[in-house]
């Protein structure tokens, strides 16, 4: 019969598996991490694990909900913080700051690979669902923030911030010297758009 763990061990257990996973996946593919890996960098047992995620899959969900639910939290407290003086040039800063964290954390990696789009297919529907109920929530902050926003300008302003995104990955053919300025450029556009600005 398995040890019971303290509370205080059960977090230490659970922060190192999510360290490892984050480290890993920042280097390496979904496919090519295996549990053995993940259990061996965090020296707990293969049972340990099973004991606090069902799958690999499971504990790389967690983790990148975590990030990405720390991103969008620091977006909206951002916005709120700036709501007084809000204008285009500021929500630019806003994103592009974003951007930035973005582009140094796994879920890039992740997103180059296509390991977001295999992971999603391969964790419970149930987590999804959950997850998506929470980001709507998180709109709706945002909703709160900037008050004249309606819920179809969310909806263009979000897709049109994840085609900006997705340029990130392609920096490299875009060009470097200058794709800073550029991603700028875009999102100032965006942002002028949502904001009802001139241009």
């Not at 496919?31 to 799958?55: A, H, P, R």
């Not at 997103?111 to 959950?130: H, S, V």
């Amino acid at each position: 019969m398995p040890r019971a763990f303290t509370k205080s061990e059960r977090e230490e257990i659970k922060h190192k598996l999510q360290e490892v996973a984050k480290q890993l996946l920042l280097h390496h593919a979904m496919n090519k991490i295996s549990v053995d890996e993940i259990v061996g960098q965090t020296m707990i047992s293969k049972g340990t694990f099973y004991l606090f995620y069902k799958s690999k899959e499971i504990l790389f969900y967690d983790v990148f909900r975590q990030e990405h639910d720390a991103i969008q939290a620091d977006f909206i407290h951002q916005v709120r913080v700036n709501s007084s003086v809000m204008d285009a040039q500021t929500l630019t800063a806003i994103i592009v700051d974003l951007y930035k964290k973005l582009e140094n954390t796994f879920i890039l990696s992740m997103a180059f690979r296509g390991d977001l789009e295999l992971l999603m297919r391969k964790i419970p529907r149930e987590l999804i669902n959950e997850h998506d109920k929470q980001d709507h929530l998180s709109m709706q902050q945002l909703f709160e923030v900037l008050p004249d926003l309606k819920a179809y300008d969310v909806e263009v302003f979000t897709s049109a911030l994840r085609i900006a995104l997705v340029s990130i990955m392609h920096k490299q053919d875009i060009s470097n010297e200058h794709f800073d300025d550029a991603l700028r450029l875009v999102i100032y556009g965006i942002a002028a758009q949502l904001l009802k600005e001139k241009i």
